[in-house]
């Protein structure tokens, strides 16, 4: 079986300015938990997650720290402080998405778009064609069809 054949494809997406506010009633509306962010030619540039939405409500790790002759020497999770930071000053998607986006290609198997998801802990994976979003695929889509085999 191939992404194409469970991919949803009738994908919501959100503007790189859409503000944060919008962008929770998106997903709460439509009962999902991810949605891409596309600019206005309509290609893929992020995606927002629940978990980015989470960081609005959170105080960011402050990273472990040495004090060393008066400096202060970071010495672990300094790139997930400035993340999480940003994340949480952030007021519209552009702000808040993930750029690094895993994407996958329809043709490929279900096998091939489970594995993705495992490796790099992730829930939905875009299907593009040419650039466009055609599809989206979720871990859902993938459970279904333990059902129907």
């Known amino acids: 079986m191939k992404v194409m054949d469970v991919m949803q494809t009738n994908v919501i997406t959100i503007r790189s300015d859409m503000e944060i506010k919008e962008i929770a009633r998106t997903l709460y509306d439509n009962r999902i938990s991810g949605v891409p962010v596309i600019d206005s030619d309509g290609n893929l540039v992020g995606i927002v997650t629940e978990g980015d939405l989470l960081h ?89 069809t333990l059902i129907e085999d």
């Open 56 to 144: 609005k409500e959170t105080s960011p790790q402050i990273p472990g720290v040495i004090g060393i002759l008066g400096a202060l020497i970071y010495y672990n999770g300094v790139k997930q402080y400035e993340s999480d930071l940003k994340k949480l000053i952030a007021s519209q998607a552009s702000e808040i998405m993930t750029a690094n986006v895993v994407i996958i290609n329809k043709e490929a198997s279900i096998e091939e778009a489970a594995s993705l998801m495992v490796s790099k802990k992730i829930k939905r994976l875009p299907v593009l064609e040419d650039g466009k979003i055609i599809g989206i695929v979720s871990r859902m889509d993938i459970i279904k």
